[in-house]
């Protein structure tokens, strides 16, 4: 029997063989052993990452539905406010242009006190007095300035609401647009899911954007911008108030003083018309007295002429009978009479002249009062026909309004403009998306 040549290499014993196949038996148990555990393992991580994705997935759905409900109902809020602030500038706008007519209305009265004071200065004379129709004028222009002052007051300081309004609603609005644009962007990725096609990996998406706030400061920030507001419309309803009360107390006051002033016009009219015709009276007896004076004048002058005559007469029969010669040139009856005539005709001719000299001094005083009575007459025609002129002139307050009698308004209504938000639309119309 030949030999065969042994192959070259490593020769492993029969002990060897049977280690290594144990060995690998023993390592593929291992393996199985192993992969096993990882596949129960990877089998329990896929529920429990499964159900942890679903339950964020709802409760993130759930916080998003939370918030939506919170941004809506603040939104709600904002826009009732807004609207509130709209109603709140129309009406104060209202009141201010009431206010604005009835300062405009103030006009024609200062007008016509100061034609009134004007017309009453054109008095002459005696009739250019300090009266209560002066007076009252004077108290009437001088409240009708105040009232002015007043009511432009209530107008300045209704402009400043106005203003502060316009800003609180801008405020509202700008919140609620705000509002209105997370609302809509909440409710849209409510309505994403696993299967949309407008979802995406995002770049750092965990990153805090810039100017983010806390939901305390975002509550904090509403609530400031609905207390301002509310706040605001509290400080207008009371302007209002205060422009309402205000138009009314001033009106009364106005109405008060016109009457007041009317009534002294009035009454000093009267009394210019019974000084006139008590002055008409008297300068009719003065010149029917002056017309009497110069006829008693005329007698007494004749009388006088007629006493002169007969002193003549006394006079010559005295200066005749010296002529008588002799013992016949007697101191007789006759001649005690001739002297007691002569005596009695001087003394009844200087008691006339002197009468005479008092009826003409008389009668040259009565016709300078008389020229006196017919110049004040003349001044009191003029300042009666001035105070008529007044009374015409104040006829133009019939048509100012009262407390209890409006009347047209004296300027036209100036049409209310619809108050717009920032975005243009006059009527917010909010709907969530």
Not at 209 to 219: F, H, I, L, Y
Request: proline share 4%.
């Amino acid at each position: 029997m030949s030999a065969f040549p042994a192959k070259p290499g490593l020769r492993h014993s029969v002990s060897e063989w049977n280690g290594n196949n144990q060995q690998l038996s023993t390592t593929a148990q291992h393996e199985r052993h192993v992969s096993n555990a990882i596949r129960q393992e990877g089998r329990s991580l896929r529920n429990q990452t499964s159900c942890q994705t679903t339950w964020d997935e709802s409760d993130t759905s759930r916080r998003l539905g939370d918030r939506a409900w919170d941004v809506a109902r603040w939104r709600d809020v904002l826009e009732t406010c807004a609207l509130k602030v709209d109603e709140e500038m129309e009406a104060l706008t209202l009141s201010k242009e009431q206010t604005e007519q009835a300062l405009a209305a103030t006009a024609v009265p200062l007008e016509v006190s100061g034609e009134c004071l004007t017309l009453r200065e054109g008095r002459r004379g005696y009739e250019l007095v300090v009266d209560p129709v002066e007076e009252q004028l004077k108290k009437e222009a001088e409240l009708i300035e105040r009232v002015q002052q007043g009511l432009q007051q209530h107008i300045d300081q209704a402009l400043k609401q106005l203003c502060i309004l316009q800003e609180a609603r801008h405020q509202l609005t700008t919140d609620l647009q705000n509002k209105m644009d997370a609302l809509e962007i909440d409710m849209s990725c409510l309505s994403l899911t696993t299967k949309s096609p407008q979802i995406s990996l995002k770049t750092n998406p965990t990153r805090i954007p810039p100017g983010s706030s806390t939901p305390q400061e975002w509550v904090k920030f509403s609530q400031f911008n609905v207390s301002q507001a509310q706040e605001a419309m509290r400080a207008s309803q009371q302007i209002r108030e205060n422009m309402s009360l205000s138009r009314a107390q001033l009106q009364n006051e106005l109405e008060t003083q016109r009457r007041a002033t009317e009534f002294a016009l009035r009454k000093r009219n009267h009394n210019e018309e019974q000084a006139r015709d008590e002055l008409q009276w008297q300068i009719r007896n003065t010149e029917e007295e002056m017309a009497e004076m110069e006829g008693d004048i005329q007698g007494l002058d004749a009388d006088l002429q007629a006493k002169n005559a007969s002193l003549k007469l006394a006079h010559t029969r005295l200066e005749t009978r010296t002529r008588r010669p002799g013992m016949d040139l007697c101191r007789d009856e006759v001649q005690h009479g001739l002297v007691a005539e002569v005596q009695q005709l001087e003394a009844t001719i200087q008691v006339l002249k002197q009468k005479l000299s008092e009826a003409q001094n008389c009668l040259q005083r009565m016709k300078l009062h008389h020229t006196r009575m017919l110049q004040d007459l003349s001044r009191k025609q003029e300042a009666l026909s001035l105070e008529q002129r007044s009374i015409n002139t104040r006829t133009r307050l019939a048509s100012t309004p009262t407390a209890d009698r409006p009347a047209a308004p004296l300027v036209p209504l100036v049409p209310l403009v619809p108050l717009a938000n920032s975005s243009g639309r006059s009527n917010l119309q909010l709907l969530a998306q």
